[in-house]
């Protein structure tokens, strides 16, 4: 079977007819090939994937988590370099990891194996270009927060070469590959290490300005109201976020279930879709719910939304 064009839409909550350029040309030129496994291939998976989540030392305690990133990003900086600056070395070593069975993914409530290890990836790709050219087209300024090896940074300025973007995280290697990524290519680029369980209030974001975050958000757990309340007293005109959101998990399903359990497991950020509902002042545009992922989890689900709309 394919992943066609139409699934895409679907899975993505848009019309075929929607789809940016962009994104189609570049589904035309993938193969997205997989097969769908019987009952008994899904509940050995499903078996395996609870084993791991109860055996594995995932529990994090987000102070000690710099560390991590530092050293995760710093690979990516020497690898960079040594690449010649190429774009494809700032893959982050968990998107790639070949130790992890990368052809078992989820779709649509179920499992199913892929040809090419490098589906996800690929469907990745695609689901950015379409993402950004969807929800970032109409600001001047992006600001990605949590913005890591910086490899969504290339898309943005291919997709908007006349827009200002802004890199921030709080680890410096994270911000060195930007520094070397300006220096080697001359981008509109500006950056800036921030904290965002610590927003620095004096930090301001200009006016016409898009907020993103592609993963960003999960990693600060059930604290993420301090950079909520910055993104409300700020100039930002739009948040758009890609995050795996915990409340959209059915855990009356096996998927959901196992999914909800790893995200809960690995302390990912917690109902914050719900924080920005409760203060009044905000609009939510879209919450949407993406049925595909890795095997442990739905990361491609997506938020869209205005702060001090009302
Ligand atoms: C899962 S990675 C996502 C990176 C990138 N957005 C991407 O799409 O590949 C999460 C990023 O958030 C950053 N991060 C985690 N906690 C943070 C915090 N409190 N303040 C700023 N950045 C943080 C990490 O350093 C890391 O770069």
Redesign the pocket.
């Given at each position: 079977m394919n992943l066609t064009i139409k699934d895409f839409a679907n899975l993505v909550g848009d019309e075929i007819l929607s789809l940016p350029k962009e994104c189609v040309d570049l589904m035309e030129h993938t193969n997205l090939e997989y097969e769908r496994m019987s009952k008994e291939e899904q509940e050995n998976i499903l078996l395996t994937i609870l084993k791991e989540i109860d055996r594995k030392e995932w529990e994090r305690n987000?102070l000690f988590?710099?560390e991590k990133?530092?050293k995760?990003?710093e690979y990516n900086l020497n690898l960079f370099r040594e690449c010649n600056y190429k774009i494809d070395s700032l893959y982050?070593k968990?998107?790639l990891n070949c130790n992890v069975d990368k052809i078992i993914l989820r779709l649509r409530g179920e499992y199913i194996k892929t040809k090419d290890n490098l589906f996800e990836v690929k469907w990745y790709t695609i689901y950015r270009h379409w993402f950004f050219k969807k929800f970032l087209s109409e600001q001047d300024h992006i600001y990605?927060?949590?913005?890591?090896?910086?490899?969504?940074i290339p898309i943005l300025v291919k997709l908007f070469p006349e827009k200002i973007i802004y890199g921030?995280?709080?680890?410096e290697s994270?911000i060195n590959i930007l520094k070397e990524m300006q220096n080697r290519y001359k981008w509109k680029l500006e950056k800036k290490l921030?904290?965002?369980?610590?927003p620095d209030y004096n930090y301001e974001i200009k006016p016409n300005s898009a907020i993103l975050?592609?993963?960003?958000l999960?990693?600060?757990g059930n604290?993420f109201e301090s950079?909520l309340n910055y993104i409300c007293a700020s100039e930002a005109r739009i948040c758009v976020h890609?995050e795996p959101l915990v409340e959209e998990y059915d855990d009356t399903t096996f998927l959901g279930y196992v999914a909800k359990k790893f995200h809960k497991k690995r302390n990912y950020v917690g109902n914050f879709v719900g924080y920005i509902e409760k203060n009044k002042k905000n609009k939510i545009l879209k919450v949407q719910k993406v049925h595909f992922g890795s095997r442990y989890q739905d990361s491609y689900c997506y938020v869209v939304w205005i702060p001090n709309y009302y």
């Amino acid at each position: 079977m394919n992943l066609t064009i139409k699934d895409f839409a679907n899975l993505v909550g848009d019309e075929i007819l929607s789809l940016p350029k962009e994104c189609v040309d570049l589904m035309e030129h993938t193969n997205l090939e997989y097969e769908r496994m019987s009952k008994e291939e899904q509940e050995n998976i499903l078996l395996t994937i609870l084993k791991e989540i109860d055996r594995k030392e995932w529990e994090r305690n987000n102070l000690f988590g710099i560390e991590k990133w530092e050293k995760g990003w710093e690979y990516n900086l020497n690898l960079f370099r040594e690449c010649n600056y190429k774009i494809d070395s700032l893959y982050p070593k968990y998107v790639l990891n070949c130790n992890v069975d990368k052809i078992i993914l989820r779709l649509r409530g179920e499992y199913i194996k892929t040809k090419d290890n490098l589906f996800e990836v690929k469907w990745y790709t695609i689901y950015r270009h379409w993402f950004f050219k969807k929800f970032l087209s109409e600001q001047d300024h992006i600001y990605e927060f949590g913005c890591g090896s910086c490899y969504n940074i290339p898309i943005l300025v291919k997709l908007f070469p006349e827009k200002i973007i802004y890199g921030l995280d709080w680890a410096e290697s994270s911000i060195n590959i930007l520094k070397e990524m300006q220096n080697r290519y001359k981008w509109k680029l500006e950056k800036k290490l921030f904290d965002m369980f610590n927003p620095d209030y004096n930090y301001e974001i200009k006016p016409n300005s898009a907020i993103l975050t592609m993963g960003g958000l999960e990693q600060l757990g059930n604290n993420f109201e301090s950079f909520l309340n910055y993104i409300c007293a700020s100039e930002a005109r739009i948040c758009v976020h890609m995050e795996p959101l915990v409340e959209e998990y059915d855990d009356t399903t096996f998927l959901g279930y196992v999914a909800k359990k790893f995200h809960k497991k690995r302390n990912y950020v917690g109902n914050f879709v719900g924080y920005i509902e409760k203060n009044k002042k905000n609009k939510i545009l879209k919450v949407q719910k993406v049925h595909f992922g890795s095997r442990y989890q739905d990361s491609y689900c997506y938020v869209v939304w205005i702060p001090n709309y009302y």
